[in-house]
């Protein structure tokens, strides 16, 4: 089973933040863009503030609705802060990916 990472940021979905965030529950509705169906072990690339940063979520459990083609699902997420840098991108350590000045800008 291949895990996959889903930029949802562009999409529309509740989040409901569990234990100070380390958990949660989603419903994602209108999500039938994705070429591959969200999976158990998948991540969600999600938005973490409003600068625009993102944060990171491992699916738990994910239950589709009856009509698939309406794109609606919910379930567990757990929080999965990134551990690669890429190059001028970095993780602050709570999971917000930030340009590596901003960062640095940040902890100076």
Same mark, same amino acid.
């Given at each position: +089973?291949?895990?996959r990472t889903h930029d949802i940021t562009r999409h529309s979905y /509740?989040? %409901?933040p569990k234990d100070e965030g380390m958990t949660g529950f989603i419903f994602c509705h =209108?999500? #039938?863009s994705f070429e591959h169906r969200v999976k158990? *072990? %998948?991540y969600l690339t999600m938005? *973490? /503030?409003p600068k625009g940063n993102t944060t990171r979520y491992q699916v738990v459990t994910v239950e589709y609705a009856r009509d698939v083609e309406? =794109? +609606?699902w919910s379930g567990k997420v757990a929080f999965a802060p990134r551990t690669q840098k890429k190059e001028g991108i970095e993780d602050d350590g709570a999971g @917000? #990916?930030?340009f590596s000045s901003e960062? @640095?800008?940040a902890q100076a």
């Open positions: +089973m291949e895990v /509740s989040f %409901d =209108g999500v #039938t158990v *072990g %998948d938005r *973490g /503030s309406e =794109g +609606m @917000n #990916t930030c960062l @640095n800008a």
